[in-house]
Nanobody
Framework: QVQLVESGGGLVQAGGSLRLSCAAS????????MGWFRQAPGKEREFVAA????????YYGDSVKGRFTISRDNAKNTVYLQMNSLNPEDTAVYYC??????????????????WGQGTQVTVSS
C-alpha cells in the first residue's frame, strides 16, 4: 500500500501563488507516475499535472500550462505543485494520486491506484 498526504492548500487572492506538497509513504517503489487532479463543486475531477517518478518528466493540463509547475524530490518521496498566477477558476479541492507503470493513461483519474485526502485551494477575486 501507498499513503499520500497533501498539504499547502489555502486561501489566496487572484494573481497569487501557492505550493502544494504530497508526501508519499509505504510501497513507494511501486509508483511510476505521480499526478495532481482537482475537483470543483459540481464538476468532474480534472487532470492538472503529472510527473514520472524516475525521470522527472512533467505533463500538464491545458488550463494550467505556463502557470503551474510539478516537481518531485526522490529523497523525500515528495511531489510538489507550484501554482502561480492563480485565478478564481483554479478554486477546487486538489488531490495527489499515484499509479504504477502500464496502468492506463496518466491523464485519466481512473488510471491511478492511490489517492490523498485532498487539500482545498480557494482563489478570491
Amino acid at each position: 500500500q501507498v499513503q499520500l498526504v497533501e498539504s499547502g492548500g489555502g486561501l489566496v487572492q487572484a494573481g497569487g501563488s501557492l505550493r502544494l506538497s504530497c508526501a508519499a509513504s509505504g510501497r513507494t517503489f511501486s509508483m511510476y507516475t505521480m499526478g495532481w487532479f482537482r475537483q470543483a463543486p459540481g464538476k468532474e475531477r480534472e487532470f492538472v499535472a503529472a510527473v514520472t517518478w524516475s525521470t522527472g518528466s512533467p505533463y500538464y493540463g491545458d488550463s494550467v500550462k505556463g502557470r503551474f509547475t510539478i516537481s518531485r524530490d526522490n529523497a523525500k518521496n515528495t511531489v510538489y505543485l507550484q501554482m502561480n498566477s492563480l485565478n478564481p477558476e483554479d478554486t477546487a479541492v486538489y488531490y495527489c494520486a499515484g499509479k504504477g507503470a502500464g496502468s492506463g493513461s496518466r491523464y485519466l483519474a481512473p488510471s491511478y491506484d492511490y489517492w490523498g485526502q485532498g487539500t482545498q485551494v480557494t482563489v478570491s477575486s
